[in-house]
């Protein structure tokens, strides 16, 4: 266990700016992040897009925890923040209580390769001060030349072999998704078995990703029962006759994986970053209406049932079947705002 002043010494080594357009590789790198100051590591998220932008962030930046407690001060979408709240940053993040790690997430579009920073950030302090610590970490999210990397890590961490045609089967059919990508390799690693072995084949089971005819049935899954019954009764048939199937799982992971891509439009849609979607223009107007009437609470819900659903059958504490009737009676339930467990987000 590490010493009691471990956390401090950590926490006390500045600050870090965290360059990613995709949510989960950030999630993946707070982690780490958290690791690095020991047990029992607190973490707080604040937004740079929120208007107003919340005072609270100022007092958990420079008071000292009572019980020492690290923390990991996130700051997500920091690049929204305008110059004079960058301003005051750079005066109070020489003030940060020496428990608080403050993390700062640009997670703007890159173009032509280049990260998303403000261009007047560099002549901050704080900016200066990263660049010279090699506080910054940057990555371009899951591309044709950072998926190779990524499907390699995963491989190795699993203990997983994987022959050349096999990695170039699932490079193809790998979303570009860091949360979607690791549901699909979630489902890859059940398939592998005690044999630890993938093979080219099991890049068939890796759900379809961008325009589906899955979007019709989350249409169906929203219907109102009294309105348009046809549209609901079809997606329950849909799923008694997957029972019917030998390998009757292929489905729920195929749902479950562009349900996560989809909850991920729906989030960029909510918050105003249309131009970040990339689906049939056709359907867009559709889902941005059930994005404004989920809101985040709603979105949010929807990814912690399809996480719940994913690791209930990975784990093997639930049966395929069983959870994707479960899975789709709640996600009827919400999308038809019959849901009682919407928490906000």
């Not at 080594?13 to 690095?36: M, N």
């Not at 740079?48 to 919340?54: A, I, Q, R, Y």
């Not at 489905?251 to 996560?260: E, P």
Request: with cysteine; net charge neutral.
């Amino acid at each position: 266990m590490a010493s009691p002043s471990a956390p401090l010494i950590s926490a006390r080594r500045g600050h870090r700016f965290l360059i990613c357009p995709d949510a989960e590789l950030l999630r993946r790198q707070v982690s780490k992040l958290a690791l690095g100051l020991g047990e029992n590591v607190a973490r707080k998220v604040f937004w740079g897009d929120d208007e107003p932008f919340s005072q609270s962030y100022w007092g958990e930046l420079t008071t000292q925890n009572l019980f020492s407690t690290p923390t990991v001060l996130v700051l997500r979408r920091a690049e929204a923040l305008k110059a004079e709240v960058w301003d005051r940053l750079d005066e109070a993040v020489r003030l940060t209580a020496s428990t608080v790690l403050p993390v700062f997430c640009l997670e703007g579009r890159w173009k032509d390769g280049k990260q998303p920073v403000p261009v007047f950030l560099p002549k901050r302090k704080l900016w200066q001060a990263a660049e010279a610590n090699a506080w910054i970490w940057q990555s371009a999210g899951l591309t044709e030349s950072t998926l190779p990397k990524f499907l390699d890590l995963w491989a190795r961490d699993k203990g997983l072999e994987m022959d050349d045609p096999a990695r170039q089967a699932l490079l193809c059919a790998l979303p570009h998704d860091a949360l979607a990508a690791g549901l699909e390799l979630d489902k890859l690693e059940l398939a592998a078995g005690d044999g630890k072995r993938v093979t080219a084949q099991m890049a068939e089971l890796i759900a379809p990703h961008g325009d589906m005819d899955f979007f019709d049935f989350m249409k169906g899954l929203a219907a109102s029962p009294a309105k348009d019954p046809e549209a609901l009764r079809a997606v329950w048939a849909r799923v008694l006759d997957d029972h019917l199937r030998p390998g009757g799982d292929k489905i729920l992971f195929q749902l479950l994986g562009y349900v996560a891509w989809q909850a991920r439009q729906m989030w960029m849609l909510c918050e105003g970053e249309e131009h970040k979607v990339r689906m049939n223009p056709r359907d867009k107007p559709a889902l941005s209406q059930m994005a404004r009437r989920l809101g985040r609470a709603g979105i949010a819900r929807i990814i912690e049932l399809t996480l719940d659903a994913n690791l209930g059958v990975i784990s093997g504490a639930r049966r395929p079947d069983d959870t994707l009737e479960s899975y789709v009676a709640q996600l009827s339930a919400l999308l038809q705002g019959r849901d009682q467990d919407r928490r906000p987000a």
